[in-house]
């Protein structure tokens, strides 16, 4: 089964507004975090990743939070625009091992 | 930059029949290759990865193989496609000379349909 799984499977924000989707890990030890886009159709796209030694890390318009004492993982996006619109996946994995494991997404629909 | 091919994009199928993937990258070398399933509505589920030509590990038990012929090309095959073959198939690939904290890069998949 897959140790990584989201809070909220959906979630719609008005254009403009800040969006946050969330995830929780179950494998303490994980040490390196990715968030991915997925559009329709698409294969998974690099957003932002940070690395257990840091508690967050921003992109453009993006944020990405890391909690470990919690094993949560959020991802903040600022001014939502409609291309925001996909399922975003967290995905985390142990520095040296292969397996990347990922949740199961969340899906975010931007209202115009 | 480093680009990632798959094809077809998308493939139906009849029960029983074989299949070949192919999964190409370019701009890059001895990258590290990885195969995942991904069911309508799931995460990723990885099925095989490859660190070096000639070298496939498999993460599950399944009807299908992986091979890497050339440094960046990785074929996945069934000799027997099950009904339950059905899925998107998804390429990744990621430079391992960072020591792990690189992302792996995805291609656009394929979506399977069998018959």
């Known amino acids: 089964g897959e140790s990584v799984g989201l809070h909220l499977p959906t979630l719609s924000v008005q254009e403009g507004d800040n969006s946050i989707i969330n995830c929780a890990y179950s494998?303490?030890?994980?040490?390196?975090f990715i968030w991915y886009k997925q559009e329709s159709g698409k294969g998974p796209q690099f957003i932002i990743d940070?690395?257990?030694?840091?508690d967050k890390r921003q992109g453009q318009r993006v944020t990405v939070l890391l909690n470990k004492t919690v094993k949560h993982l959020s991802l903040q996006i600022a001014a939502t625009q409609p291309g925001d619109s996909a399922v975003y996946f967290c995905?985390?994995?142990?520095?040296?091992?292969?397996?990347?494991?990922f949740g199961t997404g969340t899906r975010l629909t931007i209202i115009p | 930059s480093q680009t990632i091919h798959q094809w077809p994009a998308t493939l139906v199928q009849p029960v029983g029949s074989p299949l070949s993937l192919e999964c190409t990258v370019e701009?890059?070398?001895?990258?590290?290759l990885y195969w995942y399933r991904q069911a309508a509505g799931r995460g990723l589920q990885l099925l095989f990865y490859?660190?070096?030509?000639?070298?496939i590990s498999s993460e599950v038990p399944q009807n299908l193989s992986a091979s890497r012929p050339q440094d960046r090309q990785f074929i996945l095959s069934s000799k027997k496609l099950l009904l339950s073959d059905s899925g998107f198939y998804l390429c990744?690939?990621?430079?391992?000379?960072?020591?792990?904290?690189?992302?792996?890069?995805f291609g656009d998949g394929t979506r399977l349909s069998i018959l």
């Open positions: 990744a690939w990621r430079d391992k000379r960072s020591r792990g904290n690189q992302p792996q890069h």
């Open positions: 940070i690395r257990s030694n840091m």
């Open positions: 490859s660190v070096g030509i000639g070298q």
């Open positions: 701009g890059t070398s001895n990258p590290n």
């Open positions: 494998n303490s030890a994980s040490d390196y």
């Open positions: 995905a985390e994995i142990l520095v040296g091992n292969e397996k990347l494991t």
